[in-house]
Antibody, heavy 123, light 113 residues
Framework: EVQLLESGGTLVQPGGSLRLSCAAS????????MAWVRQAPGKGLEWVST????????YYPGSVKGRFTVSRDNSKNTVFLQMNSLRAEDTATYYC????????????????WGQGTLVTVSS | DIAMTQSPDSLAVSLGERATINCKSS????????????LAWYQQKPGQPPKLLIY???TRESGVPDRFRGSGSGTDFTLTISSLQAEDVAVYYC?????????FGQGTKLEIK
């Protein structure tokens, strides 16, 4: 059974930093891209980052580019999200998700998803 | 970025009836070389993470009941639940992955009438 377990969410002050982790099990981690998607309280889904199988390719929306960095350690089946210069609008539950696999590489649909970890940015 | 717009924002349907959710992209998400539409649908039940239902606009993920059907092409897509069950109460999202900068629709809340 595929399992994704996020950790690292907490209360942090504006301007602060935080690193989230997502430990994967139940599948060949090194064969899949991984992604982070967030959901502000009572709001919809917002894609945050995607990382390729090797980690050489990383993708971000404009809202976090330059502040967030995604990385992975295939030896530990773990993907990370380093978040710097945090703002109140970054407050959300952060989900880790596996990227779809299709012929020729990754297809950026997401599933399955972890249970999420809550990040609150407030003074 | 490609904008995804869902309609309606909320929907109430009687048990056993059909539910239809629409999703429109701001540009075509049909890739001409492989004739595939780069669209996925997700279901999020209260207090749970999202669950992948459909990808390539119409391919059901393993284990998804066949009452869930995705259709459409180009810029206009539909998720149809043929006979609504109580466990289908959820928020449904569409998502385009035509570009690496993926985007989601705003969500459609489905309730029982």
């Amino acid at each position: 059974e595929v399992q994704l377990l996020e950790s690292g969410g907490t209360l942090v002050q504006p301007g602060g930093s935080l690193r989230l982790s997502c430990a994967a099990s139940g599948f060949m981690f090194s064969k899949y891209g991984m992604a982070w998607v967030r959901q502000a309280p009572g709001k919809g889904l917002e894609w945050v980052s995607t990382i390729s199988i090797t980690g050489n390719g990383t993708y971000y929306p404009g809202s976090v580019k330059g502040r967030f960095t995604v990385s992975r350690d295939n030896s530990k089946n773990t993907v990370f999200l380093q978040m710097n210069s945090l703002r109140a609008e970054d407050t959300a539950t952060y989900y880790c998700a596996r990227v779809g696999a299709c012929s020729g590489g990754s297809c950026f649909w997401f599933g399955p998803w972890g249970q999420g970890t809550l990040v609150t940015v407030s003074s | 970025d490609i904008a995804m717009t869902q309609s309606p924002d909320s929907l109430a349907v009687s048990l056993g009836e059909r539910a239809t959710i629409n999703c429109k992209s701001s540009q075509s998400i049909l890739y001409n070389s492989n004739k595939k539409n780069y669209l996925a649908w997700y279901q999020q039940k209260p207090g749970q993470p999202p669950k992948l239902l459909i990808y390539w606009a119409s391919t059901r993920e393993s284990g998804v009941p066949d009452r869930f059907r995705g259709s459409g092409s180009g810029t206009d897509f539909t998720l149809t639940i043929s006979s609504l069950q109580a466990e289908d109460v959820a928020v449904y999202y569409c998502q385009q992955y035509y570009t690496t900068s993926v985007t989601f629709g705003q969500g459609t809340k489905l309730e029982i009438k």
